[in-house]
């Protein structure tokens, strides 16, 4: 999906909220360009048209897609890896266009709790929607994909945490995918447990065990 098909994509979710076709464009513009920013590698354009097309994929799963979709292109608009309010800031940012666009305050406030909640994924509600559920699943897909998407993206996570030295790095890494790891699942939805589940854990334990220095990188013939 290229960036002219994304703009499509955009325009096509934002018009069922607006008749401007001058603030949507705008909106899209300022999120073009936060996704395009120097030093985002994996948090890019490309991270947002991966989560959208599976959102198309599961979209009869959903039960608000819409409002999915638009968690889903706000979720990383503000990011800088050394911060930790980038969640809470996202979520301020989608407040703001989607009252624009003309969104319920319900509707705004639901995706700003989505948004939030990609700050830990490991938590554990009752209270979780059906949507939220499908929504943190898309945005961990990630860790479930083949060891080719996988070793990419250790790549670009590494590449935006390029100021923290690799000492650091590797036990700071290798922290959160334990956590992850202990995790007694990953994933909510039993579609994304059957398809990701076991790939994740087996790609968590491989980048553990490298960050440790007890394992060998991806070679080409293995990818």
Known sequence: MCALSLKTKWFQLASGFSNDAGLIDRLFGQLDKA?????????????????????????KYLIAPELVELAIWYHDAIYNPLKKDNEQRS??????DLKALGLTPDEIEQIAHWIGRTQNHMQRDPDESHDLQW???????????????????????????WM????????????????????????????????????????????????????????????
Request: glycine share 4%; charged share 25%.
């Open 35 to 59: 996704y395009r920013a120097s030093g985002r590698h994996y948090h890019s354009l490309g991270h947002i048209e991966a989560l959208l097309t599976l959102s198309d994929q599961c979209r």
């Open 164 to 223: 923290i030295p690799e000492p650091l790095y590797r036990k700071g890494r290798a922290k959160i995918l334990l956590e992850f790891l202990a995790t007694p699942e990953l994933y909510r939805t039993p579609y994304f447990q059957e398809s990701h589940e076991q790939r994740a854990r087996r790609n968590l334990a491989y980048e553990i065990s490298w960050l440790q220095g007890e394992a060998r990188p991806f070679s080409h013939s293995e990818l």
């Open 135 to 161: 929504f943190l699943d898309f945005d961990l897909s990630i860790l479930g994909e083949h060891r080719q998407v996988y070793a990419v993206y250790m790549q670009q996570v590494r590449r935006e945490y």
């Open 91 to 96: 979520a301020e940012w989608a407040r703001k």
